[in-house]
């Protein structure tokens, strides 16, 4: 079992529309969350960062996490075709020094 | 300011044939990284360097070996390629490699082995 689980997707909805990506994981020493987001044939850049528990407002975009049930989201609001991209969750343990990734989700928005 | 550069962009390679994937960032960070990235298995560590002169492995070191050159600089080695190597990879970096800390991507490197 992979100590992070993301639904590969794709997922496709229309423009304007409120998107919900999910991950979820084993490791109970998981302190720090992020999202990712990564434009086709780029390398992945920093969308979001939370530590611990509870929300992160960025604009459009709020990060969520709930380490009592192992289980981070990422909410798009108003939804644009710039924001279709391939959205990865990472977490990180206290001194690991490692980032374990998601398999990342595949996002198209639709004009 | 480039950021992380990577090279090559695209190489083909015949089984068992070495390369050496080039990385470089021009950003003062101390750690950096090598991952791989394949469909359905997301970003998979390979290596990390902490700061110059340490290496440590990843999840995924079996076949690579890696260089830190200098502060600036971190090579990915593959002495005998196989064809379940064929991925994108890429080269990260961090400033101290804190959990708090954005790692920087490069463009990637699209390896394809036959």
């Known amino acids: 079992q992979k100590e992070v689980e993301q639904d590969p997707g794709p997922l496709s909805v229309p423009e304007g529309a409120i998107v919900s990506l999910n991950c979820t994981y084993s490791?109970?020493?998981?302190?720090?969350f992020m999202w990712y987001r990564q434009y086709s044939r780029k390398g992945p850049e920093l969308l979001m960062y939370?530590?611990?528990?509870g929300n992160k407002e960025d604009g459009r975009f709020t990060a969520q996490v709930d380490k009592s049930s192992k289980y981070i989201s990422l909410f798009i609001r108003d939804s644009q075709p710039s924001d279709s991209a391939t959205y990865l969750c990472?977490?990180?343990?206290?001194?690991?020094?490692?980032?374990?990734f998601g398999q990342g989700t595949r996002l198209t928005i639709n004009p | 300011n480039a950021g992380v550069t990577q090279t090559p962009k695209f190489q083909v390679l015949k089984t068992g044939q070495s390369m050496t994937l080039q990385c470089a960032q021009d950003?003062?960070?101390?750690?950096m990284y090598w991952y791989r990235q394949d469909p359905g298995m997301g970003l998979r560590l390979i290596y990390y360097?902490?700061?110059?002169?340490?290496?440590d492995k990843g999840e995924v070191p079996n076949g690579y070996n890696v260089s830190r050159l200098n502060k600036r600089e971190f090579s990915l080695r593959l002495e005998s390629a196989a064809p379940s190597q064929t991925s994108v990879y890429f080269c990260?970096?961090?400033?101290?490699?804190?959990?708090?800390?954005?790692?920087?991507f490069g463009p990637g490197t699209r390896l394809l082995v036959l």
């Open positions: 990260a970096s961090s400033e101290e490699g804190g959990a708090w800390e954005t790692q920087y």
């Open positions: 490791n109970s020493a998981f302190q720090y």
């Open positions: 939370t530590y611990s528990s």
């Open positions: 990472a977490m990180e343990a206290q001194g690991a020094q490692k980032l374990v």
């Open positions: 950003m003062n960070h101390n750690s």
């Open positions: 360097s902490a700061s110059e002169g340490t290496t």
